[in-house]
């Protein structure tokens, strides 16, 4: 019992120190991240070490409870280490990760629902002692453990969000249908939020230690009352974040208003019960920018967002690490991509700036180039040609190409690389560079499949006319002269991956 009782320790104390240890990690992916992920590996294989050290009890019931206790801790290591590879960006270890505790959750299920219940009246004498007369009903004296139902709510949150990330809305859904159900249920708080067991059943006090055994009553009562809460709390997160998420993901007209309610009704909670600067309010404020940027609601998207970095820019300032510069670079991006589409250009530009900025820091540490960096410097290239700095865009442009050769391997004839290839040429026909474009075009002609190839040199043989539906205008009484043939071709090829002049790449 006493090798029982030291794995017992070992595993909580490497809990702990993995949950510290996740908490100085601070936000985003980080190398801390890798050190929470050993001491979880280190927990979660002592769990799977003290079976067989369990095997070894002699009372059924003594056995039967640690081997639920330490079910519990498996599911908890099992729940952050997905936890941990969910903010690694490595979405499939984190559902592995989460499959296995619902796997361990639903073997041991119905221990799990009776692991503060009494044993069965032939293992307990008169006395409350087992019937070899050993304490075998009171194996712990701490009742501070997470209930079967809360590991399932938390379990079901994230199971559902890792089912965003793999594109499967439906399956997100219904686990938030679920957790809406266990809610409105009164088993819910009948199962989570039991009393106490009074003495002589579950875990035992002794009367010896009248002071010691008040103050942890008082202890586990907080912990009863810090699970209500945060069950409360998780519930609502289901409700209304998760639903928003998954109408979002969905992206049909009526989903977006349904999004933005839901995210509504989840601020307005959450303004209530936490601080105005909390960083869960700066996550729903964001979220509810993309979205009413995607209804062109720019003016309410823009105040979302703003409101979003007034929190991000507290939280760096007051030296909490809970954010770090890749979300500030989303927002930034966020804030830039109103302003492109409300024609504010020149705070645009200096947004995409900003946020271009820390998303080469963060790209800083790596040898390919992100495709953050690159869809930023479309967009810049599309602004200055807005702008009418024809330079710039071309320089820009340039980039792109470089960055987006190098993440693509150097294959050449990838359809961005053709795509961008092509908006240079439209620029250089605006700038009246007409023997640049066309060379430009050609290397785009050049670059495409055989159909593909085939569908530009015909468009530029011929001019457009036909898309045009008239034959007699100067440019064919001339079409012997290479350069009105020039002039005509790039016109046309201008016609070719046309943008709306407002609209933000992504």
């Known amino acids: ?18 949950s510290l240890e996740y908490r100085k990690a601070g936000g985003g992916m980080s190398d801390n991240l890798q050190k929470v992920l050993e001491n979880l590996g280190l927990a979660l294989n002592d769990c799977h070490s003290i079976e067989a050290l369990v095997d070894s009890f002699e009372g059924s019931y003594c056995k039967s409870k640690m081997f639920e206790l330490f079910g519990v801790l498996e599911v908890v290591a099992h729940v952050n280490i997905g936890t941990v590879f969910y903010r690694l960006n490595k979405v499939r270890d984190a559902l592995a990760s989460f499959e296995s505790a619902k796997e361990v959750l639903e073997k041991r299920s119905e221990g799990f629902e009776n692991i503060f219940e009494s044993p069965d009246e032939s293992e307990v004498g008169m006395n409350g002692t087992g019937i070899n007369g050993h304490d075998e009903m009171h194996p712990h004296d701490d009742n501070r453990f997470p209930p079967r139902t809360y590991l399932l709510l938390v379990l079901r949150l994230n199971l559902s969000r890792v089912s965003l990330r793999v594109n499967n809305p ?12 266990e809610a409105s249920s009164s088993s819910l708080q009948r199962k989570c939020f039991r009393n106490l067991p009074p003495r002589n059943f579950g875990f035992h006090r002794s009367n010896s230690f009248s002071i010691t055994s008040s103050a942890l009553a008082t202890a586990s009562a907080a912990y009863q009352h810090d699970i209500d809460r945060r069950s409360k709390w998780l519930c609502s997160v289901a409700e209304h974040y998760l639903a928003g998420l998954v109408r ?3 992206g049909e007209p009526n989903d977006y208003k349904s999004a933005v309610n ?12 936490l601080d105005h600067r909390h960083p869960h309010i700066c996550a729903l404020l964001e979220r509810r920018g993309a979205v009413l940027f995607e209804q062109q609601k720019l003016q309410c998207s823009m105040l979302s967002y703003l409101a979003c970095l007034k929190i991000l820019e507290h939280q760096q300032a007051t030296g909490s690490n809970v954010f770090n510069k890749a979300d500030l670079a989303r927002v930034l991006y ?48 599309r602004v200055h040609h807005l702008m009418g700095d024809i330079d710039a865009a071309l320089v820009a442009n340039q980039e792109v190409l470089q ?9 050449m004839d990838h359809p961005f690389l053709i795509n961008r290839l092509k908006i240079e040429g439209n620029i250089l026909v605006e700038a009246g560079r007409v023997e640049d474009a066309m060379r430009t075009f050609i290397e785009a002609a050049r670059r495409c499949c055989d159909i593909g190839r085939d569908r530009m040199i015909n468009t530029l043989m011929r001019g457009g006319s036909n898309s045009r539906g008239g ?26 991956a046309f943008l709306h002049p407002s609209a933000a790449a992504a």
């Open 403 to 411: 960055l987006a050769t190098i993440l693509v391997c150097g294959k």
């Open 334 to 381: 966020g804030i830039a991509r109103v302003l492109h589409d409300k024609e504010d250009y020149l705070d645009a530009l200096h947004t995409y700036q900003r946020a271009l900025a820390c998303q080469r820091d963060l790209a800083a540490g790596s040898s390919r180039p992100t495709l953050d960096v690159i869809t930023t410097l479309c967009n810049i290239s």
């Open 248 to 250: 979002e993901a969905r």
């Open 262 to 273: 839901h995210y509504n009704r989840l601020l307005s909670l959450a303004r209530v019960k």
């Open 1 to 18: 019992n006493a090798a029982v009782v030291e794995y017992a320790a070992l595993v909580a104390a490497r809990l702990n120190t993995a």
């Open 471 to 496: 034959n007699g205008s100067q440019e064919d009484a001339d079409a012997g002269d290479s350069s009105v043939l020039s002039i005509r071709s790039a016109t046309s090829m201008a016609l070719i």
């Open 170 to 181: 439906d399956g997100a859904e219904e686990l938030c249908k679920l957790i809406a159900q």
